[in-house]
Nanobody, 124 residues
Framework: QVQLVESGGALVQPGGSLRLACAASRSFLSINAMAWFRQAPGKEREFLGAIRTSGGHTYYADSVKGRFAISGTFANTVYLHLNSLRPEDTAVYYC??????????????????WGQGTQVTVSS
């Protein structure tokens, strides 16, 4: 069992930046990839990006490519860097982990473990 804990969510003004962190309770040796999703009220959970723990290759949703970036895999922690934030980025942000690299890495059903989420609110 792997426990994931997100942190770093906050209230930020439009155009601002945040860095979210996701700490895993176990070594990444047992995890193939980490991913970030978000869920806004009344909407489905949306894939943002993923990172392979071996090699560090990253994958992003087109909707956030160029504004969001994933880094890390050291010390069992990955980060999601949020830049040029917009009010529509307001959501609960979740990290997820999988033991095996899935063909459908954008699907929530492909991940074995989930964190509890951290709230990001973009408002002036």
């Amino acid at each position: 069992q792997v426990q994931l804990v997100e942190s770093g969510g906050a209230l930020v003004q439009p155009g601002g930046s945040l860095r979210l962190a996701c700490a895993a309770s176990r070594s990444f040796l047992s995890i193939n990839a980490m991913a970030w999703f978000r869920q806004a009220p009344g909407k489905e959970r949306e894939f943002l990006g993923a990172i392979r723990t071996s090699g560090g290759h990253t994958y992003y949703a087109d909707s956030v490519k160029g504004r969001f970036a994933i880094s890390g895999t050291f010390a069992n922690t990955v980060y999601l860097h949020l830049n040029s934030l917009r009010p529509e980025d307001t959501a609960v942000y979740y990290c997820a982990a999988t033991r095996f690299w899935p063909p459908l890495y954008t699907s929530t059903s492909s991940y074995d473990y989930w964190g509890q989420g951290t709230q990001v609110t973009v408002s002036s």
